[in-house]
């Protein structure tokens, strides 16, 4: 399950996806995702005048960008910026695409156990740069924590045990602590019992 967010950020509608489903369906009405977003995954951000926005780390960038006053992402041209960029991307390429392989129903246990290890190299040093930080790039949360929060939060539908990460693991209750993770819940509540996952991972 994942979301759609439709029109701007300050006025939003959140529209969610099965991506479990074969092909992926826009929940509440059935429609093939695919014959929406002609990518088919998600997230994808439709704009007031119908244009489409893709990509994980470029909706955060949009989003960040519409309300500067919320911190989530330095003002563009700063070092502090192009820190928060950097995690984005290795949270996307280095993270994201590790432990997404470990979903498929199709990939054999050898293959997902060297997806384990790649998995493991990448938190350990996550792991440490947290050693003294409460977000990855210092003391104001960003949309690469909300990123990186995502992935781990996914940790038991992929069978990866986060108590060798300790820093990693307060990391994402300080997160999952946050109000506006709260309020989060509360709005994906009434369609988890239409997906297919147990429950979503806190
Ligand atoms: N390059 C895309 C990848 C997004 C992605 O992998 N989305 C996954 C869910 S986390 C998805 O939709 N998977 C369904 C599929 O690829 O069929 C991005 O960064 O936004």
């Known amino acids: ?59 955060l960038q949009y989003i960040a960008d519409r309300a500067p006053e919320s911190g989530l992402l330095p003002e563009a041209g700063s070092m502090a910026r192009y820190r928060v960029l950097e995690w984005l991307s290795y949270v996307g390429s280095d993270v994201h695409k590790t432990i997404g392989l470990l979903f498929h129903p199709l990939m054999p246990e050898a293959a997902k156990d060297i997806r384990r290890q790649n998995l493991h190299r990448r938190l350990s040093y996550i ?57 989060f819940l509360g709005l994906i509540e009434p369609v988890l019992d239409k997906v297919r996952l147990p429950a979503f991972p806190r």
């Open 127 to 183: 792991e440490q740069h947290l050693a003294d930080l409460p977000y990855l790039t210092g003391e104001r949360f960003t949309v690469a924590d909300a990123y990186l929060f995502v992935m781990i939060g996914r940790r038991p539908y992929f069978k990866f045990d986060l108590s060798p990460y300790p820093n990693v693991f307060r990391f994402h209750a300080r997160v999952a602590s946050r109000p506006s993770f709260a309020s």
């Open 1 to 59: 399950m994942a979301s759609l967010i439709a029109n701007d950020c300050a006025r939003h509608e959140i529209r969610f996806v099965d991506i479990y489903a074969q092909p992926h369906v826009l929940i509440d009405d059935g429609k093939a995702w695919v014959s929406v977003s002609p990518k088919n995954a998600v997230p994808a951000l439709r704009l007031d005048l119908g244009e489409w926005l893709t990509e994980i780390g470029v909706i």
